[in-house]
């Protein structure tokens, strides 16, 4: 999270800074409070609160638990592991839509967003996905969240960039989109490094929960995390390099992150070869998706989060099918999964923010956005010694 979190903040303006920072820690306090609170008892694990009866069998679609986590019996079962890695879940998810409203998002509606994202939208499909859901039922896998974080995150960043629009002045009356460039690589590239960490610990968590006595594929999914990570970057360097004439650096690093994101699914199942390949696929394609983000679909997504995450983790599942080792799902079964998060967590997620953004607006106002996030939501600037606003808002 700390990775993210320094990532998207480099890749903004400099007026915005302490304002993401700040509301990436609000997005993963709020997530984690309400899912331990509301949200786990929905994901349910181990348990089944709601069955669909259809075509001769039982389809589990709700988890069954108590409030606040009640359920779990710290007495030495797998229950407690569950959660905490739930717990770092749900707030990695959480913090992904904040860098698609980044510097013109305000804080108090990070906060409410982030609650409907952990309290609804993230435990429901959770449970759907998890090997006791109906998803699961069907054959559907994701070992390390490719679907439940990242393609529900970045769909949430989707929405998120949707509901509050574009920053002033991102696209010309024409529709073109201009410039925007972080103010800070240094961020940026050392972001990297630590999302590294996280994502080791989460795939080898998620590796040990599989088969608690296999030391050997707690190894294989750090290997191909690294593998994944490093044929990421590499593939969105040359891809730079080939589409601008030279590399790009913040291009490069959402490379890094997209190879992370798109291995999560198949890292404890697949060889490092092909944990090679799976990474080269999406880092070389996702300099293509945030293009055509920006101008076709014309939506301003300041660190890339949508095409990084959503993209990532779409491609991540069907890279499963597609390379999974002996144990691994089916084409068809990872296919519904897309389906169902383009088909459920994008209307909902859509509708739930639509519906709250008319209690707590969303978009801070044209001023505010004009003079910074940073002085206009929080009174002070990161950076308090040095000009943070270049001529384009001095004219105004």
Not at 115 to 140: K, R
Not at 156 to 182: H, N, S, Y
Not at 209 to 216: F, K, S, V, Y
Not at 333 to 358: E, H, S
Request: with cysteine; charged share 10%.
């Amino acid at each position: 999270m700390a990775g993210l979190t320094l990532l998207n903040a480099g890749l903004t303006r400099s007026r915005s800074t302490a304002h993401i920072l700040l509301s990436s820690l609000c997005a993963v306090s709020v997530a984690v409070l309400v899912y331990v609170a509301f949200g786990f008892s929905f994901a349910g694990f181990g348990s089944a609160g709601a069955v669909l009866h259809a075509g001769g069998r039982e389809w589990n679609v709700m988890g069954s638990g108590r409030l606040f986590a009640r359920s779990v019996n710290f007495d030495g079962s797998i229950g407690p592991l569950v959660l905490l890695l739930q717990i770092f879940s749900v707030g990695l998810c959480a913090l992904i839509p904040v860098a698609g409203g980044a510097e013109r998002w305000r804080i108090a509606a990070v906060c409410a967003s982030s609650a409907l994202l952990a309290g609804i939208i993230f435990p429901v499909f959770q449970h759907w996905a998890a090997p006791d859901g109906w998803l699961g039922q069907m054959g559907f896998l994701d070992a390390g969240g490719a679907a439940s974080i990242q393609g529900v995150g970045g769909i949430g960043a989707l929405c998120i960039a949707w509901q509050v629009g574009a920053r002033q002045g991102k696209f010309t009356p024409e529709g073109i989109p201009t410039a925007m460039p972080g103010h800070n690589a240094t961020f940026v590239l050392f972001g990297c490094l630590l999302a590294l960490l996280g994502w080791l610990g989460l795939n080898m968590a998620s590796a040990a929960l599989i088969d608690p006595h296999n030391p050997g594929l707690l190894a294989l999914a750090a290997i191909n995390t690294v593998i994944a990570a490093g044929a990421g970057a590499i593939a969105a360097l040359v891809g730079t390099r080939v589409r601008f004439g030279k590399p790009d650096a913040s291009l490069t690093a959402n490379g890094w992150v997209a190879g992370l994101v798109a291995i999560s699914a198949s890292a404890p199942y697949v060889k490092p070869a092909a944990a090679m390949l799976i990474g080269s696929v999406v880092g070389g394609a996702m300099v293509f998706a945030i293009e055509v983000i920006e101008l076709r679909m014309h939506v301003d997504d300041p660190a890339g989060a949508i095409s990084v995450h959503a993209f990532g983790g779409i491609w991540g599942l069907w890279a499963l099918s597609i390379f999974g080792d002996g144990v691994h799902g089916s084409f068809l079964a990872q296919t519904l999964g897309v389906a169902t998060l383009i088909g459920f967590v994008l209307p909902v997620c859509y509708g739930l923010n639509l519906l709250m953004n008319r209690f707590v607006p969303y978009r801070v106002s044209p001023s505010g956005e004009r003079q910074g996030m940073d002085l206009f939501e929080l009174g002070a600037g990161a950076y308090p010694e040095f000009v943070t606003h270049r001529e384009d808002f001095s004219r105004r």
